[in-house]
C-alpha cells in the first residue's frame, strides 16, 4: 500500500504541474483531476495507512490520561 499510495500521489502531482505548464484544452481537468486525486483519494489511503493500528484513545484528553500525564511530569495538582 505504501508503494501504491507514492505512485498515486506522484501521477496526481504530475498531472497538476502538466495541467500547468501544457497549453491544452483539457489543462483545466488535469488539474482538477490531480486535486480530486491528492483530496479525496491518497489523503485518505495515507490517513488509513498510518492509523489503522492504534488505539484513539490513547491520543483523546480523557480524565484518565491527564491524570498520567500529570503523574509523569511530576505534578501534583487535582482535577
Same mark, same amino acid.
Given at each position: 500500500?505504501?508503494? &501504491? /499510495? *507514492?505512485?498515486?500521489?506522484? =501521477?496526481?502531482?504530475?498531472?497538476? $504541474?502538466?495541467? %500547468? ?8 481537468? &488535469? /488539474? *482538477?483531476?490531480?486535486?480530486? =486525486?491528492?483530496?479525496?483519494?491518497? $489523503?485518505?489511503? %495515507? ?33
Amino acid at each position: 500500500m505504501k508503494y &501504491l /499510495i *507514492g505512485i498515486i500521489f506522484f =501521477a496526481a502531482l504530475a498531472s497538476i $504541474i502538466c495541467g %500547468f505548464v501544457l497549453q491544452v484544452p483539457y489543462s483545466e481537468k &488535469l /488539474i *482538477g483531476f490531480g486535486v480530486v =486525486a491528492l483530496f479525496f483519494v491518497v $489523503i485518505p489511503m %495515507f490517513s488509513y495507512r498510518h492509523w489503522k493500528d492504534k488505539d484513539v484513545k490513547d491520543y483523546m484528553l480523557t480524565k484518565e490520561n491527564l491524570e498520567a500525564m500529570r503523574k509523569r511530569e511530576g505534578d501534583k495538582r487535582k482535577l
